[in-house]
């Protein structure tokens, strides 16, 4: 049997990076065997990852999170008006929060996911419960024109939007008590983070008053310490000059008198 050629190895490095510097990004095709082939998906999904862009072809998505965000805004818009203090505090608030306090990323592509589903849920408040069944239409007519010349990406950004707003058209199923665990949590990451910011300042000032005596202590060993040297190196001195001063006697004593 004929010995197969080595697969190759790809290195992925930005521009103005040397070769070496992207050695970090390495992905060996075994490793693309193992997850469904070396193909061009599985090549350009990794390429994608790596970038942190979409990748065309594979751009609809949606955020568990936020699809409770959005059902929730509609349930309030449907039963107290889009103008209530209850919708706009869980846009505002509830629905803010979140980014920060239960669905942090550091994801460029994420990030942009968070904002539609914010940016769509101001405009329900702003607009009514209908505003969503119109732009889905508005963007539906934009991707069924063929006069428009979209490109593949254009076509799943705009595919990505009508996605999200059929979110707040159709929302998930939710119950009471899966909003209640979701403000618990949401309220239960607020303590920690207020708690942490508050005992840090707190341990990095408080001192008790056993710390200040042992400081003292240590004071008053290194200044005793300090005289019991400098009382060595006086007497050490004087011990030295009383040789010479007896040595200075005794010729005195042996010279003759003038």
Same mark, same amino acid.
């Given at each position: ?35 469904g082939g070396l193909t061009a ?10 970038l942190q862009r979409p990748k ?32 706009? /505090? ?128 240590? /004071? ?31 010729? /005195? ?6």
């Amino acid at each position: 049997e004929s010995e197969l050629p080595p697969l190759p190895a790809y290195v992925l490095f930005h521009q103005g990076e040397s070769f070496e510097s992207g050695r970090g990004l390495q992905l060996e095709a075994a490793m693309l065997v193992e997850e469904g082939g070396l193909t061009a998906d599985t090549v350009s999904s990794w390429v994608s990852q790596w970038l942190q862009r979409p990748k065309v072809g594979a751009f609809v998505y949606s955020l568990g999170t936020y699809d409770l965000i959005a059902a929730q805004t509609m349930k309030f818009v449907d039963i107290y008006g889009n103008d209530s203090w209850r919708a706009r /505090a869980w846009v505002k608030v509830v629905g803010r929060s979140t980014k920060y306090l239960i669905h942090p990323t550091v994801s460029e592509f994420e990030s942009n996911l968070v904002e539609q589903y914010l940016k769509s849920a101001n405009q329900v408040l702003e607009k009514g419960a209908l505003h969503p069944h119109g732009q889905i239409e508005r963007l539906e007519r934009m991707l069924n024109n063929e006069d428009n010349k979209l490109s593949d990406l254009q076509r799943e950004e705009l595919s990505q939007k009508v996605y999200i707003w059929k979110k707040f058209v159709e929302p998930i199923e939710i119950t009471s008590s899966m909003v209640y665990q979701f403000l618990g949590r949401l309220a239960l990451n607020a303590f920690s983070i207020t708690m942490v910011l508050l005992l840090i300042p707190f341990l990095l000032l408080s001192r008790g008053p056993e710390e200040y005596e042992e400081e003292g202590e240590m /004071a008053e060993e290194r200044d005793g310490d300090g005289e019991e040297i400098a009382e060595e190196e006086t007497s050490a001195i004087l011990k030295k000059d009383e040789p010479e001063e007896e040595s200075m006697a005794l010729e /005195a004593e042996a010279s003759p008198d003038v």
